[in-house]
C-alpha cells in the first residue's frame, strides 16, 4: 500500500509567523510531488510542485523536498488568516503511462492562522 | 492556468435514483480525467482514471458497474451513480491533465459536486 502520512493537526500559529507543513511517503520511487490548499467544501488548488531534492520558492510558499529521508515540506511565511485552510501532500506514482499521472493524497493538515 | 468545470457543483437525490456528473475541460484537451471521491474530513481518493476512447479503470473496492463512467471527448467525462445509496454521499472531484503539459504537467481539478442521498 502506497501512502502519503500527514499530521491531520490542527495547526494553531498566529499572524505573521511561519507555518511548516510536513508529509512523509512511502513510496520511495515517487518523482513528483505537490501541495495542494483547499478550503472547506471546495476542490484543492495547487500551491507548490517540486520534483528535485532540496528547496523551491514561490513568494511565501517554500516547498522542500528530500528524497532519501521520503519527506516533504512546505512552509508557509508571514502567514495570514486566509491560508487557513486544509493543506493536502500529494505524490504522483513513478510507473509509465496514463496512470502516472495520478496523484496519492495524504489526509491533509489542517493550518489556523489566527489573528 | 487551465479551467475544469464540473456540474452539477450540488445534487440532492432520491434513494435509488441515478445522477450524472459532468467533467469538462474548457480550454485544453484531456486524453486523462481523473475521478476523486472525498469523506468529510478524509482525503481525495482515487476512484477511477478515465480514457478518451476507451474503457475506465477502476480502483480496487470501486464498482464499475455502479460508477459508470464515460470519456467521450477529449474534453469530457461523465460519472454517473446508479442505484444511489445514501451511502454514496460524498464531494465528487475530476481532475484532467492538459495532454500538452509534458511528463510533469500539472493536473487541475474541478470545483467538485456534492451528493446527497436521501
Known amino acids: 500500500q502506497k501512502e502519503v502520512e500527514q499530521n491531520s493537526g490542527p495547526l494553531s500559529v498566529p499572524e505573521g509567523a511561519i507555518a511548516s507543513l510536513n508529509c512523509t511517503y512511502s513510496d520511495r520511487v515517487s518523482q513528483s510531488f505537490f501541495w495542494y490548499r483547499q478550503y472547506s467544501g471546495k476542490s484543492p488548488e495547487l500551491i507548490m510542485s517540486i520534483y528535485s531534492n532540496g528547496d523551491k520558492e514561490d513568494g511565501r510558499f517554500t516547498a522542500q523536498l528530500n528524497k532519501a529521508s521520503q519527506y516533504v515540506s512546505l512552509l508557509i511565511r508571514d502567514s495570514q488568516p486566509s491560508d487557513s485552510a486544509t493543506y493536502l501532500c500529494a505524490v504522483r506514482r513513478s510507473y509509465s503511462g496514463a496512470g502516472s499521472y495520478q496523484l496519492t493524497f495524504g489526509k491533509g493538515t489542517k493550518l489556523s492562522v489566527i489573528p | 492556468g487551465a479551467v475544469v468545470s464540473q456540474h452539477p457543483s450540488r445534487v440532492i437525490c432520491k434513494s435509488g435514483t441515478s445522477v450524472k456528473i459532468e467533467c469538462r475541460s474548457l480550454d485544453f484537451q484531456a486524453t486523462t480525467m481523473f475521478w476523486y471521491r472525498q469523506f468529510p474530513k478524509q482525503s481525495l481518493m482515487l476512484m477511477a482514471t478515465?480514457?478518451?476512447?476507451?474503457?475506465?479503470?477502476?480502483e480496487q473496492g470501486v464498482e464499475k458497474d455502479k460508477f459508470l463512467i464515460n470519456h467521450a471527448s477529449l474534453t469530457l467525462s461523465t460519472l454517473t451513480v446508479t442505484s444511489a445509496h445514501p451511502e454514496d454521499s460524498s464531494f465528487y472531484i475530476c481532475?484532467?491533465?492538459?495532454?500538452?503539459?509534458?511528463?510533469?504537467?500539472?493536473?487541475?481539478f474541478g470545483e467538485g459536486s456534492r451528493l446527497t442521498v436521501l
Open positions: 481532475s484532467a491533465r492538459d495532454i500538452a503539459g509534458g511528463q510533469n504537467g500539472e493536473l487541475f
Open positions: 478515465s480514457n478518451e476512447g476507451s474503457k475506465a479503470t477502476y
